[in-house]
């Protein structure tokens, strides 16, 4: 069972490759998986509160099929438009039923 600092590393690794793939937009994400190193990362935004484009994300990667939700973060002008609810439903299909990485217990010292 892994400890509260190895889940921080690895919370902590997972929010680096959200935060890349976030920055490259629109472009394809080039960044690897914190957990199997392939470079097979997606991120799919939801709108929930339009006017502040403020919304969800689901990111994870399709080879190992692990990666975080992220709830109530800002979503890039880059991709607000395809966040709304119409392109949400019709991309969550695609979604695939992956493993959550849970947030970390405790902040990195």
Known sequence: MPNTHDEALRWESWLHAYEQA????????????PNCGRACLR???????????????????DHCLQGPYLGRV?????AAADADEQAYQRVRPTIPDYQ????ATSELP
Not at 22 to 33: H, M, N, Q, T
Not at 74 to 78: L, M, S
């Open 100 to 103: 959550l990485i849970p947030p």
């Open 74 to 78: 800002e979503i890039p002008e880059a």
């Open 22 to 33: 976030r920055d490259e937009l629109p472009r394809a994400i080039s960044g690897r998986c």
């Open 43 to 61: 991120l799919v935004y939801r709108l929930r509160i339009p006017h502040l484009l403020v919304g969800d994300a689901h990111f994870w990667c």
